[in-house]
């Protein structure tokens, strides 16, 4: 199956919970034991997009919204096909999502989770399927070329394991139908390989199906690991205030799910102790363990509380993290203007200016191989990120820390750089050097590295989908206010 040349599709943005499958949502939960949703809430549609969660009237900080059992979460564990994934080592998001397929289209009214399934839709309004960047068409992509979606994230790529996956859900569903009979997924794997439009187009509904997975999906804990949960889904994202958390105790017997001793841990400590030829330590044995069980423990709910007070009418927003726009986009398939966290990645430049400036190879091959290690163990930055992922400007203009730092190397007097060259092990290298020199480096090579991204990145506005619309707007402005900053900086220099 070589599905790497797409045609040209049309594409959309945006999934959403219509208001008609809201009575299933809310009758899903209530029918759960031990469940709780505050009357104090209400939904519906909300001018950010589909419908969100508001105040129906003043709300306190530390007020429970929602409480749910976690066996009524959506998990590959949960469902209906668990045994069958965990007998073929099937997990993470293609779990879900392969459980999310055979769920609504094999089980349908039969499945206890379909209520609530059947509201996440893996098509807009005009029952378009919702696709990431990747699979879009080329002329969609081309807007976003050179941004920091496509350069730092590879965003426009369409990924080799959504395939592999898609290939590997097909094989077993032709498996687990010889094998137990069960149907295969009518319209999804039901894949005819010698047709190559209908392959396609299966194809991208397993993708949009992901795409729907993951922008709703919630880390839970070590048994369930990701899961879809009804109702905390339809609290939109804010980029700067959240009002709520999400809390799940994630420490449970991955193999069960149970959050004190379980027969596995008991069995564990057991044998533990014959090994070290000893008894087994009191309270182990499997009877007790059981005596232990409160299934309405609330370390088996997960729930939502408010962090702030809000007003009656508000809406009540989460936090999906701390993601620039062309991670919202990748992961949820929308956008938010004004948004703090974005950043204009310049990596490519940078290889660009060292590449045109033969003086600068050997400060930088040192950078690669062992300052970057140095700096980000003594800035306490990530020592694991790749160092031209760190380089940026962020959304007020101003370059990150190892930009500046980097640039700095490269303006450092000969006798410094030698020095520093030479430190007996890279953890004793003077590094915080490259931090006193403030912004010497960027003053003597910001500027060029904007007018390299502004050469290579050439968006055209025209027919792109609202959502990229405002990443280019963003970056644009970005690299405006990076500019500013500097014609002010050095104009400053001089004038001083
Ligand atoms: C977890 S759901 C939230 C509930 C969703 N509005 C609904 O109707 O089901 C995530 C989706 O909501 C939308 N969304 C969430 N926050 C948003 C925001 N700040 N601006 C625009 N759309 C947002 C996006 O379509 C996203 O894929």
Redesign the pocket.
Same mark, same amino acid.
């Given at each position: 199956m070589n599905l790497v040349e797409l045609p040209p599709i049309v594409l959309s943005?945006?999934?959403?919970?219509l208001c008609d499958d809201l009575s299933g949502v809310l009758q899903f939960v209530r029918d759960c034991r031990d469940s709780f949703w505050s009357p104090e809430c209400e939904i519906r549609e909300?001018p950010?997009?589909?419908?969100?969660v508001f105040a129906g009237t003043d709300i306190r900080k530390g007020s429970t919204l929602l409480k749910l059992p976690k066996s009524s979460l959506f998990s590959a564990s949960n469902s209906t096909i668990a045994n069958l994934l965990l007998d073929d080592e099937i997990d993470g998001i293609l779990a879900l999502n392969i459980a999310f397929i055979y769920e609504t289209t094999v089980f349908r009214e039969k499945s206890h989770w379909v209520p609530y399934l059947k509201?996440i839709r893996i098509c807009d309004e005009q029952q378009q399927l919702v696709l990431p960047p990747g699979y879009w068409s080329d002329e969609a992509k081309r807007c976003l070329r050179g941004s920091t979606l496509d350069t730092l994230h590879d965003g426009l790529r369409s990924e080799t394991e959504v395939q592999e996956g898609f290939e590997l859900a097909v094989d077993l569903a032709r498996k687990w139908n010889q094998e137990f009979g069960l149907p295969i997924p009518q319209g999804y794997l039901d894949v005819r390989p010698d047709d190559r439009d209908d392959t396609i187009l299966k194809f991208h509904r397993f993708v949009a199906t992901a795409y729907a997975m993951s #922008?709703?999906v919630f880390e839970i804990d070590a048994y369930h690991g990701s899961a879809l949960v009804p109702i905390a889904?339809?609290?939109?994202? #804010?980029?700067t205030a959240p009002d709520v958390r999400f809390t799940s105790l994630y420490e449970v017997c991955p193999l069960c799910g149970e959050p004190g001793m379980c027969k596995h841990l008991v069995a564990e400590a057991a044998l533990e102790a014959q090994e070290n030829g000893g008894s087994s330590p009191p309270g182990s044995d499997a009877e007790s363990s059981d005596e232990e069980h409160d299934p309405s423990n609330e370390d088996e709910l997960v729930d939502i509380t408010l962090e702030r007070d809000v007003k009656k009418g508000q809406e009540i927003?989460n936090s999906?993290g701390e993601l620039s726009n062309a991670l919202l986009l990748a992961r949820?398939?929308?956008?938010?203007r004004n948004n703090p966290h974005d950043m204009v990645h310049l990596g490519n430049e940078v290889r660009a200016l060292v590449r045109t400036h033969g003086r600068y190879a050997a400060r930088t091959q040192w950078w690669s191989r062992t300052g970057w290690k140095a700096y980000s163990r003594w800035s306490a930055a990530e020592v694991q990120t790749p160092w031209l992922s760190e380089i940026f400007v962020d959304s007020r203009g101003q370059p990150s820390d190892p930009l500046a730092a980097f640039l700095n190397l490269l303006e450092m007097p000969e006798t410094q750089w030698l020095q520093l060259r030479s430190a007996p092990t890279p953890s004793n290298a003077p590094v915080h050097q490259l931090q006193d020199m403030g912004d010497v480096g960027t003053r003597a090579h910001l500027l060029r590295l904007l007018a390299y991204k502004k050469l290579s990145w050439r968006p055209s506005p025209g027919g792109v989908p609202p959502a990229a619309r405002v990443i280019l707007h963003s970056e644009r402005t970005i690299l405006r206010r990076a500019r500013s900053r500097m014609y002010r900086r050095n104009s400053s220099r001089y004038t001083d």
């Open positions: 943005l945006m999934s959403n919970t909300s950010v997009g589909g419908v969100g509201s #922008s709703r889904d339809l609290f939109n994202h #804010s980029t927003f999906y949820y398939g929308f956008t938010v």
